[in-house]
């Protein structure tokens, strides 16, 4: 399988603290993107980094990725209880083809 | 931003029957369309590549033969479920790849739930 794998699994934190998952994938990569869904819904784009990216900011959000050991991690700060939802990696690994992975599900309580 | 319209949003249908669900991009030219299948609490699973105007490509381990798609125009792609039985209830989501500067995110759909009975 082309599959990422992502852990944990399920993460469950109180709102104001901040929230980290991460994400292992296979093959080599164009980019890595993070996508959030709700439950029953379809995935929202967040952010996009490229191979040769480490980290990249987008308000709340940070990510990272280490190609070495093919990896990449998404923080968000100051976790909110609407940021609760599924979050799942993608590799873009070209070809035309993009893998999600396994996803963490988080719930930040109010 | 780029809009991707999926319908219907659920479907239940008897076993042995035929479910056309539609993939529209609104406001963009999608030169290539995916097609997932997910279960409950689990990831996505790429069933199929289509690029407009092309077959599609099919992940291994998806029947071409009962997962149809069509992707005739850079706005349209459509999946078709032949002859489903309640193994094939699952929550299917399109998504597509803009052409320009945007491609390199994917914009999806809001899913489609199918449930056979």
């Known amino acids: 399988s082309q599959q990422g794998e992502e852990d944990p699994q399920a993460l469950s934190i109180q709102e104001g603290e901040n929230a980290t998952m991460n994400c292992s994938y296979k093959?080599?990569?164009?980019?890595l993107q993070w996508y959030r869904q709700n439950s029953g819904r379809g995935l929202v784009h967040l952010i996009l980094?490229?191979?040769?990216?480490r980290e990249k900011h987008s308000g709340r959000l940070r990510v990272t990725l280490d190609t070495s050991k093919k990896s990449s991690s998404l923080l968000i700060t100051a976790s909110r209880a609407a940021d609760t939802a599924s979050y799942f990696c993608?590799?873009?690994?070209?070809?035309?083809?993009?893998?999600f992975g396994t996803g963490t599900s988080l719930t930040v309580i109010p | 931003g780029a809009v991707v319209s999926q319908h219907p949003s659920w479907v239940i249908c008897k076993s042995g029957t035929s479910v056309k669900i539609e993939c529209r991009s609104l406001?963009?030219?999608?030169?290539?369309m995916f097609w997932y299948r997910q279960f409950p609490k689990q990831s996505l699973m790429l069933m199929a590549t289509?690029?407009?105007?092309?077959?599609?490509?099919?992940e291994q381990g998806v029947e071409k033969d009962k997962f149809l798609i069509n992707h005739a125009s850079l706005t349209l792609s459509t999946l078709t479920v032949t002859s489903a039985h309640p193994e094939d209830s699952s929550f299917y989501i399109c998504?597509?790849?803009?052409?320009?500067?945007?491609?390199?995110?994917?914009?999806f759909g809001s899913g489609t739930q199918l449930s056979v009975l």
């Open positions: 980094i490229r191979s040769n990216e």
């Open positions: 289509s690029n407009e105007g092309s077959k599609a490509t099919y």
């Open positions: 998504s597509a790849r803009a052409t320009g500067g945007t491609r390199e995110k994917l914009f």
């Open positions: 093959t080599s990569i164009n980019n």
């Open positions: 993608a590799t873009d690994q070209g070809g035309n083809q993009f893998y």
């Open positions: 406001d963009f030219q999608a030169t290539t």
